[in-house]
Antibody, heavy 124, light 106 residues
């Protein structure tokens, strides 16, 4: 079973870059699966940030695309998220997630496994 | 952007009752809609994918229906652990989520 664990600074200053790592166990991130990042501001709903698949292919939320980079570190079986020029509006719990697979098929853009989430606060 | 509108915002029911949650899309999704359950302090859990398919390990009291722009999540007989927030999510285009329905104990 896939397990995901987010890590990174819990406090980031405005205008700086938010950086998070997701450590994956139970599956190789270079397996061809989709891996994604989703965030949730405190007390609010869910927002998809982006996906990465087949190591180099990425899709991003158009509203965040100019500030987001998602990448893979296959040697450490980790995903990373970088979000630049952050403001207080970027304060959220950030989740990494993987696609859902039934017994026969895997489905992209459906999130079957989630990390526990990492709260990142943007404040000076 | 495909907008998903969930209703009602809050649903107050008692254990044993039937719950019906709605999700309406701004564009045709075919069947590319999923439902998630989220409890306080936890990550969302996938319940239903592609409108009507239960994810692995999800109890049979959860069912999904609909296609096109109108979708429903039904919980046949509420258990105490079902009181949570429920989100719909589409994958017809880049993923978007509904704003959530809070299912609370009456």
């Amino acid at each position: 079973q896939v397990q995901l664990q987010e890590s990174g600074p819990g406090l980031v200053k405005p205008s700086e870059t938010l950086s998070l790592t997701c450590t994956v166990s139970g599956s190789s991130i270079s397996s061809g699966y989709y891996w994604g990042w989703i965030r949730q501001p405190p007390g609010k709903g869910l927002e998809w940030i982006g996906n990465i698949y087949h190591i180099e292919n990425t899709d991003y939320n158009p509203s965040l695309k100019s500030r987001v980079t998602i990448s893979m570190d296959t040697s450490n079986n980790q995903l990373s998220l970088k979000l630049s020029s952050v403001t207080a509006a970027d304060t959220a719990v950030y989740y990494c997630a993987s696609l859902y697979c039934s017994t026969t098929t895997c489905y992209d853009r459906i999130f079957g496994y989630w990390g526990q989430g990492a709260l990142v606060t943007v404040s000076s | 952007e495909i907008v998903l509108t969930q209703s009602p915002a809050t649903l107050s029911l008692s254990p044993g009752e039937r719950a019906t949650l709605s999700c309406r899309a701004s564009q045709n999704l075919n069947s590319y809609l999923a439902w998630y359950q989220q409890k306080p302090g936890q990550a969302p859990r996938l319940l239903i994918y592609d409108a009507s398919n239960r994810a692995t390990g999800i109890p049979a009291r959860f069912s999904g229906s609909g296609s096109g722009t109108d979708f429903t999540l039904s919980i046949s007989s509420l258990e105490p652990e079902d009181f949570a927030v429920y989100y719909c999510q589409q994958r017809s285009n880049w993923p978007t989520f509904g704003q959530g329905t809070r299912l609370e104990i009456k």
